[in-house]
Every structure is written in C-alpha cells, then in structure tokens.
C-alpha cells in the first residue's frame, strides 16, 4: 500500500529538516525543533508569497537552505549578533528573520525601501508569532538622518551594495562602539582593498 499524503509530506519536511540541522551542526550551531519548524514555516511562506511578489529568485528546498538559511545562520551564530539588530535592505527578511528565529532575544528592525516587500516582512513576522520586530520603510541612505541615527548595537546588510556604499549607509545607525557586519560574497576582498592612487 502506498504512503498517504500527509506520510509524505511530513517525510519530506523531515528530511529538509535533518538536512539543514546536520549542515548547521558541522558549523557549531545547533538548532532545537521549534527552530527548524519557524525556518520550514518561513521557508513555505517565502514560496507561496514569492508567486505574487518578487522577493528571490532561489525557490528550491536546498537553495532556500544553503544561499539562505546557511548564511544567515552563519552570521546569528556570531556572538556580536546580540541587543538591538537592523538588518538593513533586509528584501525577504535575510539574515534578520533568521536571526530572529535563532536568537528570540534580538531587538530586530528589518529596514527596506519597497512597501511591498516590507508587507510581506510584516505577515511572516505575524504567521511566524515573532515578536520583537519592527519594521522600517527606509532607504538606508535617509533613515541616519532621522530617527535611526546611532539607535543599533548591530547592523547587517547582504547583498545590498558595494562595500564602502554600505559603510556610509550603514555605520551611522550603530551607537557608539556598535559593529556593522557586512555579509559579502567572494568579492569581499577586493571591496575592501583602498582604491588605487594615482
């Protein structure tokens, strides 16, 4: 007799789920239960939300956990990743959701300039019974001038900018002493490198 429907489902839950854990493990980061149900939760919400807002363009199980999940854990996982969190150009909510999500303490505001997407930040947050979070629709390069000026232990931006457009968006909303904690790709060394003189 072949497996009913739900058998299925709740298999194949698992198995992301085993998958994920065993991948976190091998960094030193543990996750409980409740943690891997709000990421597979997240990660259902992000696909069927994405059908009528762009939010990614990586859908698939393995590419929400390794160019999603993965990194965003990596970057929760880091001890200075505690108190009051902006991730700024947060898109779908990567890393702060995450996080979030693994760190329920944090003090988390999700900064992004497109309502529609900031819409989508609000239902998750709600779908997910995070609390704790809130929501900034902000240009990054605006929001130091108001009210976030110096207002973050941490801030964190992927996938946003260069890096030196990033340090100018992004330092002057950590307080004094705060840590800005850009999350780049490979080119991350040459952004880093001074210009040539000339």
Not at 177 to 193: H, L
Request: charged residues 25%; aromatic residues 8%.
């Amino acid at each position: 007799m072949p497996p009913l429907k739900g058998e299925v489902i709740r298999k194949k839950v698992y198995d992301r789920q085993n998958r994920l854990a065993a991948k976190c493990s091998t960094w030193n980061i543990l996750l409980t239960g409740t943690q891997l149900d709000l990421l597979d939760r997240y990660a259902e919400l992000l696909v069927n939300y994405n059908e009528k807002v762009n939010l990614t363009a990586i859908t698939s199980p393995e590419g929400i956990e390794d160019r999603h999940f993965a990194d965003s854990l990596l970057f929760a996982a880091q001890p200075e990743v505690s108190g009051k969190l902006v991730d700024v150009g947060t898109g779908a909510g990567f890393p702060g959701i995450v996080a979030k999500i693994y760190k329920p303490d944090l003090e988390l505001t999700l900064m992004e300039p497109t309502g529609k997407r900031v819409d989508f930040l609000r239902y998750a947050c709600a779908e997910l019974g995070l609390t704790g979070v809130e929501f900034a629709k902000e240009r990054a390069e605006e929001a130091a001038r108001k009210i976030w000026r110096e207002q973050f232990d941490v801030a964190s931006a992927r996938a946003v900018a260069a890096l030196p457009v990033l340090c100018e968006y992004c330092l002057p909303l950590v307080k004094v002493g705060g840590r800005f904690i850009a999350m780049k790709g490979p080119e991350a060394d040459a952004e880093a490198k001074p210009p040539p003189t000339r």
